[in-house]
């Protein structure tokens, strides 16, 4: 293995600092920057502003690597849905959703997930270890590199594998280049990092100079409820993260979202709504209700349609804010975790290139 350092996934700092080191001065940094987060490009040959000289004295020192694209496949309704493979070999999955106003982009911050929610695929994999800074920008780079070139604005979801903020250094570090007008460039509105709530990290993203919107993974309306279908209710019960989130300070354009997955027999009854509605009634924020990706693995059932619209009805009655997720690319399993666990059966088609 190569065992010079990624240059990409530094941070401006750090890049000032590398290149100074080798008695560059310290707008070069900023240069190469703006190279592999804006312009993105693959090489640092492609660098061109740059001095042979510096370009090679950066090539002795560092690659230039995005994470390896194991397999994509697309659905009939443009989703594709990618599975990288990383230098340790460990597996993650990022997804690309286009829609008619805008195109979204999934990522995940770790390799597995060790909160074990019981409807959510990843949990059940198990847990492997966090993502490095380059494999989560790593993501958004290839995804909008092979995407469609369209006059379009991006927005990105970091609600794919694993949970952000038990990644919170490596998850907030590549925050701030995606947001970035010289890295990423993406409006942070635009930019949702989603959590169960991991309390002590949620205060300390609240107090980062520039913040990202925000989801929270609610999925139940009492505290009895989210503990049987997320075990980490028992550390930072519902109250607590439901008063958090309405201190979070959201992005000028943006809104809290409470997620809710709706899972047959279980939580998708009208006393859940009518719960649900006396839990959100007067808060801030928005309700996003998604009906379960089902899978074999997984030991719910999705809810009836019948039973999503009453559900909905009830929050909307009550003046609450709320949107059903309509689900993508269900024929290419795009749903969290599951593109990983079938990595492990038979492959998926590939895309063809
Ligand atoms: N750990 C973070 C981010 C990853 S999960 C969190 O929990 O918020 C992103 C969202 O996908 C969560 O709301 C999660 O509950 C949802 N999800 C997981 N498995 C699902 C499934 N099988 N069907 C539908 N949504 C699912």
Same mark, same amino acid.
């Given at each position: ?14 890049? /000032?600092?590398?290149?100074t ?10 240069q ?15 660098m061109?502003?740059?001095?042979? *000289?510096? =370009?090679d ?37 990022? /997804? ?6 805008? =195109? ?24 492997? =270890? ?6 989560? $920008?790593?993501? /958004? ?7 469609? %070139? ?16 038990? #990644? ?6 590549a ?10 460039? /993406? ?12 309390? *002590? ?7 980062? !100079?520039?913040r990202? #919107? ?6 139940? !309306? #009492? %505290?009895? $409820? ?7 209710? %028992?550390?930072?019960?519902? !109250? ?14 943006? %809104? ?6 709706l ?24 309700? #996003?209700?998604?009906?379960?990706? *089902? ?8 809810p009836? *349609? ?18 059903? =997720?309509? !689900? ?21 088609a590939?895309?063809?290139?």
């Amino acid at each position: 293995m190569d065992a010079r350092t990624n240059l990409f996934g530094l941070s401006r700092e750090q890049l /000032v600092a590398a290149l100074t080191a080798q008695g560059e001065p310290a707008y070069r940094g900023a240069q190469v920057y703006r190279w592999l987060y804006r312009k993105r490009v693959r090489a640092i040959a492609e660098m061109s502003d740059l001095p042979k *000289p510096v =370009r090679d004295g950066i090539h002795d020192a560092y690659v230039l690597r995005w994470p390896d694209v194991a397999e994509r496949s697309q659905s009939f309704d443009g989703t594709v849905k990618y599975l990288f493979r990383l230098q340790d070999g460990a597996t993650i999955e990022s /997804v690309y959703i286009p829609e008619t106003s805008r =195109r979204t982009i999934c990522i995940s911050t770790q390799a597995g997930c060790p909160l074990k929610c019981a409807f959510c695929l990843t949990g059940i994999a198990g847990y492997q =270890r966090n993502l490095k800074v380059d494999e989560i $920008l790593g993501q /958004v780079a290839t995804v909008m590199a092979e995407a469609p %070139a369209r006059d379009q604005g991006w927005n990105v979801v970091v609600m794919g594998m694993g949970e952000p903020l038990l #990644n919170y250094d490596a998850t907030v570090a590549a925050l701030r280049v995606l947001m970035d007008p010289d890295g990423f460039g /993406v409006v942070p509105k635009r930019l949702t990092l989603s959590t169960v709530g991991i309390l *002590p990290a949620l205060e300390k993203l609240m107090k980062e !100079p520039v913040r990202p #919107n925000l989801a929270i993974s609610l999925h139940a !309306p #009492n %505290a009895t $409820l989210r503990r049987e279908l997320m075990p980490i209710e %028992a550390k930072y019960p519902l !109250p607590d993260v439901i008063e958090a989130a309405q201190r979070y300070p959201i992005p000028r354009g943006g %809104a809290v979202t409470y997620e809710y997955v709706l899972l047959r027999g279980v939580n998708d009854q009208p006393a859940h709504a009518r719960d649900l509605v006396r839990l959100l009634k007067g808060r801030r924020g928005k309700v #996003n209700l998604i009906p379960l990706n *089902p899978a074999r693995e997984i030991p719910f059932g999705a809810p009836t *349609p019948t039973a999503v619209d009453a559900f909905c009805r009830i929050l909307a009655d009550a003046r609450i804010m709320v949107s059903v =997720r309509r !689900p993508r690319g269900q024929d290419i399993l795009a749903a969290c975790g599951q593109l990983h666990l079938q990595d492990r059966a038979p492959a998926a088609a590939p895309l063809p290139s």
